[in-house]
């Protein structure tokens, strides 16, 4: 079996063993309550659930302090992003068991994203931005190789690549169109910016986020139309809004 696999099967082994031995210990503990192993396991989860408990607390705490004050030390706000990443597929898997649909919950995520990238205050310039665009904003019948140059486009007007290629040139930003997150991640290790603006859909940008951080991250979401991953559209008024918001006079 491919190392891959094996290592799947071996978490997917010891999560079960986990899961027998909790069972066991839990009937265990039904027939012989008084037994001290018992106590030593109720202190063990007691401090599993509180810890983690105190943990979201105090990231709820900062959260709203940041947002309140609208200004946050840029260190702190990485440790709110911390464990926001940590918590958030858990949140994820409770809005569904609410009935909340994933696209709500991570569309609300990218919302305090945004906000408390917002308060970090961040000064960025042209140069220490990067752009990045989703693959599916290019016509579908367009044959320009875009995602290795963004330049290669021939700016047909299109599809919206050809306004964001302006806007990009106008404010002196580097952009990249990647078509997932594998290249995002190899855009952002060679061109090493100070923070990242993107485009993509609720999932995409989500987890561009979790994998990215603690690099900021400024995530617009885009227009489906014609259903997912394809000839999708991006407000380009929501675009430059934000770069100006970003570079403000440094551009
Ligand atoms: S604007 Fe550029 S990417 Fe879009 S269809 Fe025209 S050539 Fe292709």
Not at 59 to 76: D, V
Not at 166 to 192: D, F, I, P, Y
Not at 220 to 245: F, Q
Request: charged letters at 15%; hydrophobic letters at 50%; a positive charge.
């Amino acid at each position: 079996m491919p190392a891959r696999k094996r290592l799947f099967m071996g978490l997917f082994m010891l999560f079960t063993f986990i899961l027998i031995i909790s069972l066991a210990l839990l009937a265990f503990f039904l027939v012989r309550p008084e037994a001290p192993l018992f106590h030593y396991a109720l202190l063990f989860f007691l401090i599993l659930v509180g810890g983690t408990a105190l943990v979201s607390l105090f990231a709820l705490g900062l959260i709203t302090i940041s947002l309140l004050r609208g200004a946050s030390p840029p260190w702190l706000s990485s440790a709110v992003k911390k464990v926001m990443v940590f918590l958030f597929p858990i949140i994820v898997q409770l809005g569904r068991l609410l009935g909340i649909t994933q696209d709500q919950v991570q569309a609300s995520f990218i919302g305090i994203n945004n906000k408390l990238v917002e308060v970090e205050n961040l000064e960025v310039t042209p140069q220490r931005l990067l752009v990045l665009l989703p693959h599916c904003l290019q016509n579908e019948d367009c044959p320009y190789k875009i995602t290795l140059d963004p330049h290669n486009c021939q700016r047909c007007g299109k599809c919206p690549i050809d306004s964001l290629l302006s806007l990009a040139e106008k404010w002196q930003v580097n952009v990249q169109v990647v078509t997932g997150g594998t290249l995002a991640r190899r855009a952002v290790k060679m061109l090493r910016p100070q923070c990242v603006l993107a485009v993509a859909c609720e999932r995409d940008l989500s987890s561009g986020i979790v994998d990215s951080a603690p690099l900021p991250v400024w995530g617009i979401l885009n227009e489906r139309p014609m259903g997912p991953c394809r000839n999708t559209l991006v407000s380009l008024g929501a675009v430059e809004e934000k770069l100006e918001e970003i570079l403000g006079s440094r551009a």
